[in-house]
Every structure is written in structure tokens, then in C-alpha cells.
């Protein structure tokens, strides 16, 4: 999600506002295509910066999808939407859907269950569940670490239950590993500035 795209929802402060944004499917699809492309379209394949918008027809045949596009490449030529290969592809979810989700989960400083989300949006606990993990997955995509990057591993979780029937603890390979731990990675951006009071860098769990 590029940062213009998290600036855009984060100048909505109001509920109201909100609702004004996310009007209709249409303007949410033009507003979600200005946030990705702020520079114009781009192929999400090749990259390439020149597109046709494909035009739907009235001949009783199916109609093109609005705001579908064609890549200009001719090696390319490549169908593509705005949601093309993220994690919002093919989904039957509406946009406006999508955008107030992302517009809640900015809003709130202490994370936001799957279950209220569920309840705000009107979908099922699974479904809001799916959206906030494609939603998170967007944003760290989008976000990428980069310069000095220090990764390390450890364990997490408390002193693993002893049983009486378990056999005891050995060392190294000829015994049996006795842990409950959950193997943990982390990988962490070495800040740029070191003085007191700078920003620390972004890290990355993985478990």
C-alpha cells in the first residue's frame, strides 16, 4: 500500500467523512486507482506505463469489467485491475467494503478484533478475519526493509509441562526435545540515526 494511499485515509477523520469517501462503488474504484497509480497506471506485469481502458459492450454479449485495462506492450498485452496481484485479487467483496475496512483499522491504535470488525462491516467473523490478514499483508508488502538489516531467532513461551510419562531431557542429537516453545524469527531495519530520541527501525516477526 503506498504511502499516499495510507495518507489519503488518514485525512478521513469522521464517520461521516467516511461515508461521503466510500459513497458508491464507482468512486471508491477511482479513488482506490488515484491511491495505487498516483502517477498513472501501470501494468502489473511488466510494468509498463501505458494501458487502454477496455470498454464494455452493449450488445447483449458479457460486459467488460469496469476498470479493466490493457496493457499498450505488444509483448505484454496483459488484462490487469487495480486489485491485480495484491491481496484484494478476485476478491467478490465491493470495494467500498475494502476501503472502509482499511479506513477502520487506521483509526484504531490498539488493533481491531476480527469479531467487531465483522460486526461494523456486516460480513462474517471469518471473512473480516481474511480481510484484516490481506489488509496487514498489504501494508508490509508495501513496506519493505531495506539497508542494514539484522535478523535473529529465539523462542517464545513459557517452561514446557513436565509428564510422567515423557522420557527424560539428552543433550544434542541423541535426545528428544522437550519444549513447547514456539521458534520464533525477527528481522529488524537498523535505524539511520543513532542519536537519543531517534526513530527506531521497522521489524518483521515470523514464527
Known sequence: MPETMLATLSN???????????????????????????????CAACGYKRSIAIAGRDTGKRR??????QCSNGDCRFQFTVTTHTPLHSTKLPLRVWLKAMWLMLQSDKGLSSVRLAEILGVSQP??????????LMVAREHMLDGTVEIDHFHLGGSPRKRPDDPPPGRGRKGQANTEKAPVMAMVQRPTGVTPGAPAGDARPRS
Do not use: K, N, Q, S
Not at 461515508?19 to 498513472?40: S, T
Not at 467488460?64 to 485495462?69: I, N, Q, V, W
Open 127 to 136: 471473512t473480516a478475519w481474511r480481510m484484516g490478514h490481506a489488509l496487514r
Open 12 to 42: 478521513i477523520r469522521t464517520v461521516e467523512e467516511m461515508i461521503v469517501a466510500f459513497r458508491d462503488e464507482e468512486h471508491c474504484r477511482r479513488l482506490l486507482e488515484g491511491m495505487v497509480w498516483p502517477d498513472g497506471r501501470i
Open 64 to 69: 467488460a469489467r469496469p476498470g479493466l485495462y
